[in-house]
């Protein structure tokens, strides 16, 4: 079945720092791949999204690319700010399932100042 | 327009008690999602709704577990005899048509504590 693995957290960075967030997956024929965030006290909100192989996801700064040799879509960030704090999950949807998202376990981001 | 909403945002129930939870989807979506979030498991779908049918409802953890959604808006995700491990946060999201590439769209959730 279709599944996500993300880099276990939680990660602990100073403000301006380099973020990158490993995903990596599992799925039946070509899925779209998602990075949602979770800002402390609120609901899951869409970061970026990739629907085919090689298109880069990018918003607020961050980006991720979709890279079907490697089945990765690892999320970077060139200079992370306190604001960024939150939880990451990565997540997919596949033709097999092309209606439910599977999301990785998710991955907490402090920034300190 | 809005959101999805979603009622009550916090909930606490007895062990053994039902509860009802409730999900308003962005006007004008057909897609219709409950996932539930807790500390043990992670981010778990539970049931999708394409209109009023739900096509897989593979993910309902068990038979005390029902849902339905009527009008092909609101939906309703009912807890029977609740259980102290069914304590965890409901999601709702909704999507146009439900198609790989869409974003779903999720709302403020509901905390459910079972005491």
């Keep these: 079945g279709d599944s996500v693995t993300q880099m276990e957290g939680p990660v602990t960075l100073s403000e301006e720092a380099f973020l990158t967030i490993n995903c990596t997956y599992t799925a039946t024929g070509y899925p779209s791949l998602f990075w949602y965030v979770q800002y402390p006290g609120e609901g899951l909100q869409l970061l970026l999204k990739a629907t085919k192989a090689d298109d880069k996801g990018s918003n607020k700064g961050f980006e991720a690319t979709y890279r079907k040799e490697t089945t990765s879509f690892h999320l970077e960030k060139g200079s992370v700010q306190v604001s960024d704090s939150a939880v990451y999950f990565c997540a997919l949807k596949s033709g097999g399932s092309n209606y439910k998202l599977t999301f990785g376990k998710g991955t907490l981001l402090t920034v300190n100042p | ?115």
Excluded: M
Excluded at chain 2, 12 to 24: M, P, S, W
């Design chain 2, 1 to 115: 327009g809005a959101g999805v909403s979603q009622s009550p945002s916090n909930k606490v129930t007895e062990k053994g008690k039902d509860v009802e939870l409730r999900c308003d989807p962005i006007s004008g979506h057909t897609a219709l999602y409950w996932y539930r979030q807790s500390l043990g498991q992670g981010l778990e779908f539970l049931i999708y709704f394409q209109g009023n049918s739900a096509p897989d409802k593979s993910g309902l953890p068990s038979d005390r577990f029902s849902a339905e959604r009527t009008g092909g808006s609101v939906s309703t995700l009912t807890i029977q005899r609740t259980q102290q491990e069914d304590s965890a946060v409901y999601l709702c999201a909704s999507s146009l048509w439900g198609s790989p590439q869409e974003t779903q769209y999720f709302g403020p959730g509901t905390r459910l504590l079972v005491l």
